[in-house]
């Protein structure tokens, strides 16, 4: 693509898209895309590169069921969609795609990416290699004296650690700055792998166990277990053990720190359809066209389980009122249930329609509580709707 082409395409130049920028309007609706170009990353082949068969129904997105009686399409343009997917009975009926997106390149999906590394440690838990209840220090002994250094797999499964660190993705010179330059999201980064930055996070009083708490380093350390306990790395077991199974027909990527460990916390992209299959594979409960990827009764404790005391008592009940958080997939009090990313990332699942719903986005803020309201009425409104 030429300058003039991209600036078309895009709103501003190349050259205008730099590490500093880089999850920000307009630029995150180029680099979302194309996070290879500015933070190193582990690239692997589509397992299936086939072309994608067209959508059975796209009518779908001119149903009326977005806010305010808006169809499907203009509910997803007024909502910084980059790209959509609705699969039902692991058909895929409907697709949408921005005019400045591309269905074929992977997109980032932020902190879904935490669901896909948990899939990983459903995994090896079947096979042996570690248990909920290990603690933290059998996979990472450097992790003693730290946070961690009391947790089990469990606390990090469930977000019930008792870190002294917050989510504060628009603070500059924060903790949570530190954490992105380690993971080299952040100009400035090499000062500190990122193992090196969960390994400095001090703990705050109080149990674990007792309390949903949403911190990103639990899954990165979770990503440090299941490279240990299943030795390779990250994105090689990802490769194995998800995206060929489910045979993904695009390009599939993962970020990596200074020494290549694997951003598990948030470093994935993929296709939204590829996505999709990911959800497929989870309603089916496990299984997927390359074979299984987790037990059934890892799914049926995922979906079915988690506290929902824990989750009332946490950060933000009422995202998902009555819902709770297990293995790093959220459930709703509704029966459905999904894995989130900060900027508009959504993968929801619905057992009882069939119907798996995937949203990507470049939405301006990293989190925007009136439009996820909006989105999840949408999702309800698809799993409702006859197809």
Known sequence: MDRTDFAARYGFERREATLANWRTAPFSRWSFQNVAELVPSAIRAPADPRPEEPAEDPGLLQARLGHGGATVAEHLATHDTD?????????????????HADPALPHLVFSISKSLTALLAGALEAVGKLSPDDPVTRF?????????????????LDMTTRLDFDEAYLTPDSPFARYRRAMLWNPGGGEQTLLEFLCSIPRLPGPYGDAFRYRSPNSDMLGVVVERAGGALLADQLADRVWRRIGCHGPVALT???????????????????????????RLGGMAPGGRVVPEA???????GGDRGAWARGDFPELLPGGAYRNKWYRSGRDWFCAIGIHGQ?????????????KLSSQPEPVDDDTDQRNIALFEALFRHPG
Do not use: I, N
């Not at 992790?143 to 990090?156: D, T, V």
């Not at 929801?348 to 995937?358: G, R």
């Open 83 to 99: 790209l959509f997917c609705v699969m039902k009975s692991g058909r895929v009926l409907a697709d949408w795609a921005a005019p």
């Open 140 to 156: 990472v002994p450097e992790a003693a004296g730290s946070a961690f250094g009391e947790a089990s797999l469990r606390h990090l």
């Open 256 to 282: 990596v720190d200074a020494v290549g460990m694997g951003r598990a916390a948030g470093g994935v992209s993929m296709t939204a359809r590829d996505l999709a299959r990911v959800g497929e594979m989870m």
């Open 298 to 304: 890892w799914v049926r404790d995922t979906v079915g």
């Open 346 to 358: 959504w993968l929801a699942v619905d057992p009882a329609s069939e119907v798996v719903v995937v």
